[in-house]
């Protein structure tokens, strides 16, 4: 019972942590607000979102660190040099109550 137990929670980590992996996307928007928080909308959109992420803007991530400097950084270059990009969400949404946070982004070879 305990082993079904742990798997079961298990996979529930795996499928609730496996939502916004997107790969070769472009930036198309990108906004900053004065609230040291950046919002960003890909092309293709990402097929599948938390229930909680239901604004038109798909990503959000705060710049009052270092690591959100550098996604800031990366996401502007992606932006501006339609490079493709890939996006790690978190599957959460407390940077903004209605986009989804992002943990990473990749700058992917063209």
């Known amino acids: 019972m305990k082993k079904?137990?742990?798997?079961?929670?298990?996979?529930l980590t795996f499928i609730s942590s496996s939502y916004a992996d997107v790969y070769h996307v472009n930036i198309v928007k990108v906004a900053v607000r004065k609230d040291e928080s950046v919002y960003f909308n890909t092309d293709p959109a990402p097929s599948s979102r938390p229930g909680c992420a239901t604004n038109s803007w798909h990503y959000a991530f705060k710049v009052n660190s270092d690591a959100g400097k550098g996604m800031l950084s990366l996401a502007i270059t992606a932006h501006t040099t339609k490079a493709l990009i890939g996006v790690q969400s978190l599957g959460t949404c407390d940077t903004y109550h209605n986009m989804e946070d992002v943990d990473y982004i990749i700058l992917e070879e063209k």
């Open 4 to 11: 079904i137990f742990v798997s079961g929670l298990l996979l």
